[in-house]
């Protein structure tokens, strides 16, 4: 029996394979508004951004492989205060999305997908 356990703090990033970075960081920077963060000097290009309080969208760039993404297999979900206002937001840049779905729980969701594929959902938790 172990006696030491894996004590995680919180989700530090999401990173995601893109095939082509200026379409991906014109998505995500431009299109969704994300905040561009520093990125450390690797020896292959990409991009960071900033997710929420803590944690970061980091784009790797040249991605080859097929993506395999779905809204109900791999995605990341963003939580945000409105939904109202993310699909008015959404619909004013053009962003394609599904419609309003409610969970069990009472959350609210929707989905879109960026350019290589990832699907992306928007979910408003039941207390709003």
């Known amino acids: 029996m172990t006696?030491?356990?894996m004590k995680?703090?919180?989700?530090?990033?999401?990173?995601?394979?893109?095939?082509?970075?200026?379409?991906?960081?014109?998505?995500y920077g431009?299109?969704?508004g994300l905040e561009k963060i520093q990125r450390p000097a690797f020896d292959f290009p990409g991009e960071w951004y900033r997710l929420g309080h803590a944690q970061e969208l980091h784009l790797i760039a040249g991605r080859k492989d097929k993506?395999?993404?779905?809204?109900?297999?791999?995605?990341?979900?963003?939580?945000?205060?409105?939904m109202d206002d993310t699909e008015a937001y959404l619909k004013e840049k053009g962003l394609i999305h599904t419609p309003r779905q409610t969970r069990p729980d009472g959350a609210y969701q929707i989905y879109c997908?960026?350019?290589?594929g990832y699907w992306i959902e928007f979910c408003q938790n039941k207390s709003f």
């Open 30 to 32: 431009e299109l969704l």
């Open 113 to 116: 997908e960026d350019p290589d």
């Open 67 to 82: 993506v395999n993404s779905s809204t109900r297999g791999n995605h990341f979900a963003l939580g945000v205060k409105s």
């Open 3 to 5: 006696k030491f356990s």
């Open 8 to 27: 995680t703090e919180d989700l530090n990033h999401i990173a995601l394979h893109v095939s082509d970075l200026e379409l991906s960081r014109k998505f």
